[in-house]
């Protein structure tokens, strides 16, 4: 089953403009309600314990990302709800599928579970947890898509991996739809892009247009391999986004980096992530610098929604 992650709205900072913590919740199911109406297919949380370099100060606010997705799963309607991406390191797998699949059926059948090698050593570090090397991760990322697999479809989970296992684990009741589908985050060429292809349903890029296309010619490649037909993977790319009603507006509230975002009208905008669309991906994640803002919520789910076609 596909990631229905076509149009997601990834929100990784929660320091928002005149919203203390007694009020940040209702202003959160407002920017998730927003995107739901206005054409977004999903919304994401990070997984992460403190804020991360690049987004903002670490001591900056950070909500554990299974409690808010079930909390939202109450109190929206159709929009589906995932981790981009949950890092192995942090739970057993076990724990992770039966956390989203109680999200699941609490949305009613919306749950997506993001997961990947984590990658954030002064986090782990900070908190306690063991940051093994890179092909240990790989190892614990292949135990947790498989362990979830299984729990998501067997009456009773059974699978031997190389650091975690279950043995005649229930997992009930079982998802909604019978399966929750698995969005694998990273760009890897050897590893992450051939588990995707072994494994996912979803995969979330970096890049432009042009490493956009290598990477899925390497995709395509992995998918042969395992007899995989990349059309059933949902294919999507992280994307920085200011929108307004003109150039000048959207370029104004921008502070960052205008070569490493979408900045500008909603012409503009839509140009912008056509050409990636037109590369072969099949949609956007997208960040919201002023994604308190519920007008731009409303103006950038609608702008994308029409060319990727989620509206």
């Not at 092909?135 to 697999?149: G, P, S, T, W």
């Not at 009741?173 to 050897?190: A, F, M």
């Not at 920085?240 to 507006?249: D, Q």
Request: glycine letters at 10%.
């Amino acid at each position: 089953m596909r990631a229905p992650f076509e149009l997601d709205l990834h929100v990784p900072n929660f320091n928002w403009p005149d919203t203390p913590p007694e009020a940040f919740f209702e202003r959160l199911v407002e920017i998730a309600r927003t995107a739901e109406a206005s054409g977004f297919s999903s919304i994401s949380m990070m997984d992460h314990l403190h804020q991360i370099p690049g987004v903002g100060p670490e001591e900056n606010w950070m909500m554990e990302g299974n409690a808010i997705l079930a909390a939202l799963a109450a109190r929206t309607s159709t929009i589906n709800l995932g981790l981009l991406v949950g890092g192995v390191t942090y739970r057993n797998p076990a724990l992770m599928a039966k956390q989203t699949t109680t999200i699941d059926i609490i949305s009613g059948g919306r749950a997506v579970l993001g997961l990947g090698a984590a990658w954030f050593e002064n986090e782990h570090q900070a908190y306690g947890f063991d940051f093994p090397p890179l092909k240990v991760r790989f190892e614990l990322l292949e135990d947790a898509l498989n362990i979830a697999r299984a729990m998501f479809t067997q009456e009773r989970a059974t699978y031997e991996g190389t650091h975690h296992s279950v043995r005649g684990a229930y997992n009930n009741p079982k998802p909604i739809r019978g399966d929750i589908p698995i969005l694998i985050g990273g760009s890897g060429e050897r590893k992450t892009l051939r588990f995707v292809a072994k494994y996912g349903d979803g995969s979330n890029f970096f890049g432009d247009v042009e490493r956009v296309k290598h990477l899925l010619g390497v995709l395509e490649r992995h998918c042969e391999d395992v007899g995989r037909d990349p059309a059933e993977i949902t294919k999507t790319r992280m994307a920085s986004v200011s929108i307004a009603p003109t150039h000048e507006a959207a370029s104004a509230k921008f502070q960052g980096d205008p070569s490493r975002a979408f900045v500008g009208d909603p012409d503009s905008i839509a140009d912008q992530v056509q050409a990636y669309l037109d590369a072969g991906l099949d949609g956007m994640t997208v960040t919201l610098p002023d994604v308190h803002d519920l007008e731009t919520v409303a103006l950038a789910g609608e702008t994308l929604g029409a060319v990727i076609g989620t509206r």
